[in-house]
């Protein structure tokens, strides 16, 4: 709210309208404020999440499970797919339906490694780390580029790299699976190299990313942005991340998930009680 002479329930108003699903035109209207107003307003909401974020980086984790999965949209003018800024990449906790982070642009390693830096900052806070994607290599692959260590093992020759201890990556195959020739694809694969002494204790039945893809679901009811029944797609790269960040900060410490009845933070653990939409507005930015 710095700089801001606007009333604080007013921008919060905007916020609430916005996390429900109409754009910024409808918006205004309906506040009888500039579409420009609202988009500042929200980016400097959207400011808030590596503040928030803070919260879970510092908190120890016994175990936990993240899925990984992309959205795509139209951003501008419609492209190819592969040439599209519109793949979101989304990584969630399935348990408490926490987002862990989403960022948008091309479906290339630099998407994938900008999400995963965030997964490898919970690496070292847990013994007990799983991930988990329906079908995405390159979650795993930019894990164990970011991540990995070296295996002493005592023995001649240079030491192989696994993936840190506690740490295990499974993708499903979504491919056919009953090949008339050749070997059949497993159920599974494992990306890379894993450590020895990783507890390999996890049911098939448990590799996907079901969680995340209703939530996925959801998020296009709630993001204007992600819709395809409609033309209000984004017109930038950076206002789809501005709704994103808005989106991300308002699902996990403001709005209870209906699956669980709580805030998705309460429910990790990271936070003993729900905020506001005022609250997080009067909060100190990070510097």
């Known amino acids: 709210m710095e700089n801001l002479k606007t009333p604080i329930s007013k921008v919060a108003s905007a916020l609430r309208i916005r996390s429900e699903g109409p754009g910024l035109r409808a918006t205004g209207r309906i506040l009888g404020s500039n579409k420009a107003t609202i988009a500042r307003w929200e980016q400097l909401f959207g400011d808030q999440k590596a503040t ?22 139209v951003v501008g003018k419609r492209t190819d797919p592969s040439d ?34 965030t997964v490898c900052k919970y ?26 260590e070296v295996l002493k093992t005592e023995r001649a020759g240079r030491p192989p790299k696994t993936l840190p201890k506690g740490v295990k990556v ?16 497993p159920k599974y694969q494992v990306t890379q190299r894993e450590h020895p002494d990783t507890d390999q204790s996890l049911a098939i ?11 996925s679901a959801a998020t296009r009811r709630r993001n204007s942005t992600l ?39 309460v429910a990790l653990g990271i936070m003993s009680e729900a905020l506001s939409l005022e609250s997080i507005l009067t909060m100190q930015r990070a510097a």
Not at 90 to 102: G, K, L, N, T, Y
Not at 172 to 182: E, M, T, V
């Open 227 to 265: 819709r395809r029944k409609t033309n209000t797609y984004a017109k930038t790269e950076h206002g789809l991340q501005r709704t994103l960040n808005v989106h991300q900060i308002i699902h996990n410490y403001v709005r209870p998930h209906w699956t669980t009845g709580k805030v998705p933070a």
């Open 205 to 215: 039945t448990e590799i996907h990313a079901n969680h995340l893809e209703a939530q």
């Open 170 to 185: 499974r993708v499903k195959n979504k491919g056919d699976q009953k090949r008339k020739k050749g070997r059949k694809r």
């Open 52 to 73: 928030l974020m803070f919260y879970s980086f510092c908190h120890e984790f016994v175990s936990l499970t993240f899925e990984g999965d992309e959205i795509y949209t």
């Open 123 to 148: 690496v070292h806070h847990t013994k007990d780390l799983t991930f988990l994607s329906d079908g995405e290599r390159r979650y795993g692959n930019m894990l164990f580029d970011l991540c990995s």
């Open 84 to 117: 599209s800024k519109g793949w979101t990449a989304v990584i969630m906790e399935p348990a408490s339906r926490f987002i862990v982070d989403q960022r948008c642009g091309k479906k290339n390693a630099a998407l994938f490694k900008s999400v995963m830096k």
